[in-house]
């Protein structure tokens, strides 16, 4: 098993805005960026830009959303769609593609979402905007 330490720094949303200057839709996609993902096969050279083929994350990789109300704290699993190095960027750099789960009936008005991935045994957590 590899060691995995994540560490959630930034996300944009489906268009490609930054989540934390708009929120996300109900049904898109996330992309969460991350150090801290574990070995890769074949292993990615540091402080090389990842490009061609690209590697396999060899750590499982799973996420969910806490939506956190007034009454209560609802945990829902989403869907990972992508979880490896990030194209383009430099090696170490995890990218996360997470759809945001529909949830009709909760007023997101008043929640205070954070979704969390599960990389290897290990966990981060990041506060995000969805409405």
């Known amino acids: 098993m590899t060691q995995t330490f994540p ?9 490609g805005t930054p989540n934390s200057d708009e929120p996300a839709s109900q049904g898109s996609v ?11 096969n074949p292993p ?6 990842v490009t061609g083929p690209l590697p ?3 750590a499982q990789t799973r996420a969910k959303i806490q939506y956190l109300t007034s009454s209560q704290v609802l ?3 989403a869907a990972v769609l992508y979880a490896g190095p990030a194209p383009t960027l430099v ?3 995890l990218q996360v593609n997470v759809k945001i789960p529909p949830l009709p009936g909760l007023s997101l008005a008043t ?8 990389v290897g045994g290990a966990a981060a957590s990041l506060g995000v905007h969805v409405q």
């Open 111 to 118: 929640t205070q979402p954070i979704l969390t991935i599960y």
């Open 75 to 77: 945990e829902v699993p």
């Open 56 to 58: 396999v994350q060899l």
């Open 44 to 49: 990615e050279v540091d402080g090389v830009p």
């Open 7 to 15: 560490g959630l720094f930034a996300a944009l949303n489906q268009n």
């Open 91 to 93: 090696a170490g750099v």
């Open 30 to 40: 996330l992309q969460v960026f991350a150090t801290g993902g574990g070995q890769t």
